[in-house]
C-alpha cells in the first residue's frame, strides 16, 4: 500500500503525516479522510486552483495531468514543475512526498 507523506505546513498540518492510502485514489480525498484539510472550493471538480499540491518525491508515477488540470494550474498560486491539482492526481503504486503551497487564490475560505 503506498504511503502519501504530507510535509509539515504550518496550518493545516503543523506535525507533518504519514499515510497508508488505496492506489487508486486521489490525494485530496485522501488527506480529508485522514483529517488534512485541504481547501477543495470547487469540491473536488476540477474548475479551480485551491487544491494546488507540490509534489516533491514521486511525482513520475502519477498520471499525466490532463489538459483541464493543466489549465487551471497555470492559475495556481506559486506553481511549479511539482504541481498538481490533489483532487485530480490519483496515487499509484509509489509512496509520494506532498507539499501544501502557503497560500492559495481563494479569495474566502470556509475555514477561517
Not at 18 to 41: K, N, P, Q, S, W
Not at 54 to 61: A, K, L, V
Request: glycine letters at 4%.
Amino acid at each position: 500500500m503506498p504511503k502519501l507523506i504530507f510535509l509539515p505546513h504550518e496550518d493545516i498540518c503543523p506535525e507533518g503525516a504519514v499515510l497508508d492510502v488505496e492506489a487508486g485514489t486521489t490525494i485530496c480525498d485522501a488527506a480529508l479522510a485522514h483529517g488534512i484539510a485541504i481547501e477543495h472550493a470547487c469540491e473536488k471538480s476540477c474548475a479551480c486552483t485551491t487544491c494546488h499540491v507540490y509534489i516533491r518525491e514521486g511525482f513520475d508515477s502519477l498520471a499525466d495531468a490532463t489538459d483541464l488540470e493543466e489549465d487551471y494550474l497555470d492559475k495556481a498560486w506559486g506553481v511549479d514543475p511539482d504541481s498538481r491539482l490533489s483532487c485530480q492526481a490519483k496515487v499509484a503504486a509509489e509512496d509520494l512526498v506532498i507539499e501544501i503551497p502557503k497560500y492559495t487564490i481563494n479569495m474566502v475560505s470556509e475555514n477561517h
